[in-house]
C-alpha cells in the first residue's frame, strides 16, 4: 500500500538552528514528492516540489529538500530558521500508478522560539 | 487570478443531518480534489474530479460523496453525520490531473 512517514510530530527550534524534517514514503513506480506548509490560519500552500531532474530542489523562503530514489526520501532542510517558520510542514507523493491522487504524511507541527 | 474559494468557511451541524460543501477552482482549472483534515489523523484524500468524472476515490464510507459541474466547481456531500467527520474540509484544483494543487482555505465542520 502506498504510505508516506513524516518521522517527527512536534519539533522545536530555537531561532537560527538548522532544521530537517524526515519523509519518507512506499510507493511503486514513478513519484512526484511535495512539501506543503501550512502556517497558523492560513491555507496550505506550497514550499517545494520533485518531479524529475536535479534532486536537490529549491523552495520559497529558504528551503530545500533532497530525493534520494535509494532511500525512498524527501528530507526537508533550511540552515536557519526564523520565529515566522512556526507552522505544520506536510510531505506529500503522488504518481501515475494512483492517478496522481495526492498521498499525506500526517505532518509536522514546527515551532520556533526567539 | 483568483484562488480556489470554498464555502461557508464555517459550519456547525448536528449529528445524522447531512451536510453539502462547495468549492470553486481557480479558473481555467479542471481538476478539483477534496481532503478532509484532522488532528489525529492529518490530511487524507477524499476523491477527485476531472471534466465532471470522479478519478479517483480514497478510503472513506459511502456517506461521503461528491460532484463537478461543467463550470469545474465542485460539491462534497455528507449524508448522516457522525462526531468524527468533524474536520477541516479542504479543496484544492488544478489545470490536470498531474499538475500541481493549490488548495483553497477550507470549510471547518463541527457535528455535535
Known amino acids: 500500500a502506498q504510505s508516506v512517514s513524516q518521522h517527527n510530530h512536534h519539533v522545536i527550534l530555537s531561532e537560527a538552528a538548522s532544521l530537517e524534517l524526515g519523509c519518507n514514503y512506499s510507493y511503486g513506480g514513478t513519484v512526484n514528492l511535495f512539501w506543503y506548509v501550512q502556517y497558523p490560519g492560513q491555507h496550505l500552500q506550497l514550499l517545494l516540489k520533485y518531479f524529475s531532474g536535479d534532486p536537490l530542489v529549491k523552495g520559497i523562503k529558504g528551503f530545500e529538500a533532497e530525493f534520494i530514489k535509494s532511500k525512498f526520501s524527501f528530507n526537508l532542510r533550511k540552515p536557519s530558521v526564523q520565529w515566522s517558520d512556526t507552522a505544520e510542514y506536510f510531505c506529500?507523493?503522488?504518481?501515475?500508478?494512483?492517478?496522481?491522487?495526492?498521498?499525506f504524511g500526517k505532518g509536522t507541527s514546527l515551532l520556533v522560539t526567539p | 487570478k483568483a484562488g480556489v474559494t470554498q464555502t461557508p468557511r464555517y459550519l456547525i451541524k448536528t449529528r445524522g443531518q447531512q451536510v453539502t460543501l462547495s468549492c470553486s477552482p481557480i479558473?481555467?482549472?479542471?481538476?478539483v480534489s477534496w481532503y478532509q483534515q484532522t488532528p489525529g489523523q492529518g490530511l487524507q484524500f477524499l476523491f477527485e474530479y476531472f471534466s465532471e468524472t470522479q478519478r479517483n476515490k480514497g478510503n472513506f464510507p459511502g456517506r461521503f460523496s461528491g460532484r463537478q459541474f461543467s463550470n469545474s466547481r465542485s460539491e462534497m456531500n455528507v449524508s448522516t453525520l457522525e462526531l468524527g467527520d468533524s474536520a477541516l474540509y479542504l479543496c484544492?484544483?488544478?489545470?490536470?490531473?498531474?499538475?500541481?494543487?493549490?488548495f483553497g482555505p477550507g470549510t471547518r465542520l463541527t457535528v455535535t
Open positions: 506529500a507523493v503522488n504518481g501515475a500508478d494512483s492517478g496522481y491522487a495526492l498521498n
Open positions: 484544492a484544483s488544478s489545470l490536470t490531473l498531474d499538475g500541481l494543487r493549490y
Open positions: 479558473s481555467g482549472h479542471r481538476s
